[in-house]
């Protein structure tokens, strides 16, 4: 899908939000077809999302309401019924009467992040080993899109394809609370990987070679060395996302 412009003229690229809220946030910013039919504070919370997690709202930034409602054209109401979902979520702070701060990326949350993240995936991984020949294809067709998009240099969808891959691991262990808690921390590594990984291209590279050996491990016989891939993995990105820093 395309990117799309928010107030000031800034670019937001949809990507790695999830279906629905990029979806949603699409035709909210180019008053798409059915706009008016989809709840007022959902519509400003898929666009000012979107505008945090492609670092349109930078952190440190404050957003006003009134901001807000004139650029999604609706009252204020919904906007502060947007932003406490937003504030729930860890993205911004409010500040009655002032407005919300989009939080900035600080190391100790990359910390609770990547450590929530193992935590999560490795109890995936071991939930989904007996039903693992069902996931190789899948997550097969993943790292294929993972190395068309190295090839062309779109680090952004080689972003997705590889939130994609993790995602079907987590909700292939059936535990939908889980799930739903594994896609907001990936929205918050969102804002943590993109800069790094557009400036370092060779980490597509080694990310792409430690998702085929996972899938190589599936394949096999040893749910610990596939655990053990997954820890490895998360290690690294930790390391890389301290790095670019």
Known sequence: ?????????????????????????????????????????????????????????????LVTEGELATAVGVSRTPVREALLRL??????????????????VLPQEIDDVLEARELIETHAAAKVWPRRKQLIETLTQHVDEMRAHRKAGDAKSFLEADRAFHEAIVGAA??????????SLRDRQVRMGVPGIEVQPARMDKSIAAHQEMIDALGGNSVKRFRELVVTHINEAATDLRSSR
């Open 174 to 183: 059936g535990n939908e609370i889980l799930a739903k808690l594994y896609n």
């Open 87 to 104: 504030e729930e979520s860890g993205l911004v702070k409010l500040y009655p009467k002032r407005g919300a701060l989009v939080l900035p």
């Open 1 to 61: 899908m395309k990117g799309f412009a928010v107030s000031g003229g800034a670019e937001v690229s949809d990507f790695q939000l999830g279906d629905e809220t990029a979806e949603i946030a699409r035709v909210v910013a180019e008053a798409g077809p059915g706009v008016e039919k989809i709840p007022a504070a959902e519509r400003v919370y898929a666009y000012v999302k979107a505008a945090i997690l492609d670092r349109a709202y930078p952190g440190g930034e």
